[in-house]
């Protein structure tokens, strides 16, 4: 076990290398110089020089890798200038919107496509089947956030049953987590709870779909795989009841692969959602992202790419390890 | 070929994707005869007009015709994609074969450097390298063109690595065919339906993620239109009851991305029923 954690713990740290070179090679190629937008377009030649010497710039690309991995690492970010405020604290602060609607949006995706799915290769019937595959496939090709645009014309401008796009609703007084339904439940406020779920229902489904419709796919490839196996035919021959055929039997041996999936499908989410959250206006890292596109504010974007890589990495190992816990031939190979 | 114009006629999944997917190809390539409203021509006047015969998309803010634009975005949106899958394909194809059949430390270093691209969210890193080489629809659709090549490559080494095992590649190998010969002859029209299956899915992924960097202001730059864009364009517009701005563009990116992604997972079901890597954003 200890030489299998190493041997994943040690991939993942090749990899992270890989990322850093490559985002740096990638981010690199910006034609824009820096300095020169940072010092303005009425800077001269000296001024442009010095900024430039200030970034670091003007040394030898392997030296510039270096301290664009050791500043990321300890946290030094660079600095934001149409915000005025470090990269680092602008992120930390707008961390918990999209956490909270990252995990919203996986655990409807989650949850739902293994209840439907789980229910409907349960029960059988081949309408059933076919309406949940296609309903798979429309979730996989909608765009996100032309969904989510639709669901505002819809369920705000038409309907009027859900809060148009306005961010996250009203801040509870105490944060402690930062999270705001969990921080209402603690405050023991339940309308609180009810208005932060309320403005996340619309965002977190828009994002949800795309994934959901993914683990339908999957998990019904894999039921369909398993129910097709002998010793499941030897089950029903035995006279066992269907239903704890297919929920002690069939489901846990064809649930791995939706398993692994459901993480890398949580770190996406985490690393951002960025489409989705600019149609709500949400305060997330997202919104953030764009703004810095939009303006050329450089910094943010960079720390954003390498930490959405990172913490994919990170979930990656967790699952990696996690899987060879639950299923020991993971392990030996 | 044969096989499959067979197989629409009682595969109604298949005959939906080819159906929606041929429908775009015919408004791209004939809309613009059939259409001969200017996508670019402004008229203020009248703006922001609702569907109706003259407009059947209606008008944008500016007064231009959605249906010309729409057409438009047709164009460059296909062509985008088909590229971006023809490149994807050859780079990540080739790199894929080579590794498979040199090994050693050739195929250590690029699955290495693969890893690393699979490292990023797909669309993180499009946007990544849109950014680095600055906005435009070519460094969009390299970004794209780059989040595509690991899958080919780990599909195509995996199958070249499986059928060098087999008996006849053996046999030709021990008979002494070159490399190029194995390649061209032996393992390459063992792994062309793959291909096209991976194909279908890049280009579904790569229409979704070509929109996705419009509509941050990645992609191709106004005033050409492209669907990401125009949904970005019809954004302020959504909430005022002028929903047709955003809605045929985002209409447009779905029945392509659904029919293709239906035709490449119908192509798998009757090629090769036991498969797995799939393109997701």
């Known amino acids: 076990m200890i030489d299998f954690l190493l041997a994943r713990i040690g991939s993942a740290i090749v990899t992270i ?82 956490a909270e609607l990252a995990l919203y949006a996986f655990l409807f995706a989650f949850f739902g496509a293994v209840l439907v799915t789980v229910l409907v290769s349960f029960l059988n019937s081949r309408w059933l089947d076919r309406f949940l595959r296609l309903l798979s496939f429309i979730s996989v090709g909608v765009p996100p956030f032309w969904l989510a645009l639709l669901f505002l014309m819809v369920f705000f401008e038409r309907l009027g049953w859900f809060p148009g796009p306005v961010g996250r609703g009203p801040a509870p007084t105490g944060l402690y987590t930062g999270l705001f339904t969990i921080d209402y439940l603690l405050a023991g406020d339940f309308a609180g709870f009810g208005t932060a779920l309320h403005h996340l229902a619309l965002p977190s489904i828009a994002l949800a779909l795309g994934p959901f419709g993914y683990l339908v796919r999957l998990l019904r490839a894999n039921l369909l795989d398993i129910i097709n196996e002998p010793f499941v035919t030897v089950l029903h021959a035995k006279g066992v009841a269907p239903i704890s055929t297919h929920f002690r039997h069939i489901l846990p041996n064809a649930f791995l692969p939706t398993l692994t999936a459901g993480g890398l499908i949580l770190a996406q989410l985490l690393g951002g959602s960025v489409l989705v959250e600019r149609i709500f206006v949400w305060p997330g890292i997202g919104t953030l992202v764009i703004d810095g596109i939009l303006r050329q504010d450089y910094a943010v974007v960079q720390a954003f790419i390498m930490l959405s890589a990172i913490i994919y990495i990170g979930v990656n190992l967790l699952v990696d390890i996690l899987y060879g816990y639950v299923d020991p031939r993971v392990r030996r190979s | 070929m044969r096989r499959l114009i067979a197989q629409l006629a009682h595969d109604w999944e298949l005959l939906l994707g080819v159906v929606l997917f041929g429908l775009i190809v015919l408004l791209a390539v004939f809309g613009g005869w059939l259409w001969r409203e200017d996508p670019l021509r402004v008229d203020i006047l009248n703006s922001l007009l609702p569907p109706d015969l003259a407009h059947p998309m209606g008008t944008d803010d500016v007064g231009r015709d959605v249906l010309a634009r729409f057409i438009r975005g047709a164009q460059v949106s296909m062509g985008v994609a088909i590229s971006v899958t023809i490149a994807g394909t050859l780079i990540g194809g080739t790199l894929g074969l080579l590794a498979g059949l040199i090994g050693g430390w050739f195929d250590v270093v690029v699955s290495r450097i693969m890893d690393a691209i699979l490292a990023f969210p797909p669309l993180i890193l499009a946007m990544a390298v849109a950014i680095g080489l600055g906005q435009g629809i070519v460094s969009a659709g390299i970004g794209v063109i780059l989040a595509a090549i690991p899958w080919y490559f780990r599909l195509l080494r995996s199958e070249v690595l499986r059928l060098r095992t087999l008996m006849y590649v053996e046999s030709a190998q021990a008979l002494g065919a070159s490399s190029f010969r194995l390649i061209r002859l032996h393992i390459l029209p063992q792994t062309t339906s793959t291909i096209f299956i991976q194909a279908s899915s890049v280009f579904g992924f790569s229409i979704l993620t070509l929109a996705a960097l419009g509509f941050v202001g990645l992609g191709i730059q106004p005033p050409t239109p492209e669907w990401g864009t125009m949904i970005t364009e019809g954004l302020a517009y959504a909430l005022t009851g002028q929903w047709w701005l955003g809605f045929f563009p985002g209409l447009g990116i779905f029945i392509l991305a659904v029919s293709a992604n239906l035709i490449a997972d119908r192509l798998r079901d009757i090629y090769d029923p036991k498969s797995g890597a799939r393109l997701s954003i």
Do not use: C, H, M
């Not at chain 1, 200030?54 to 510039?64: A, E, T």
């Open chain 1, 17 to 98: 290398f890989g990322a850093s070179v490559l985002a740096f090679a990638v981010l690199r190629a910006v034609p824009t110089n820096p300095a020169r937008l940072i010092a303005g377009p009425f800077a001269n030649d000296e001024v442009i020089a010095q900024v430039t010497a200030n970034l670091g710039l003007d040394k030898s690309l392997p030296v510039q890798y270096l301290d664009y991995v050791t500043s990321f690492f300890i946290g030094d970010w660079g600095f934001s200038y149409s915000a005025g405020q470090p990269v680092l604290s602008q992120i930390t602060e707008r961390l918990p919107a999209s």
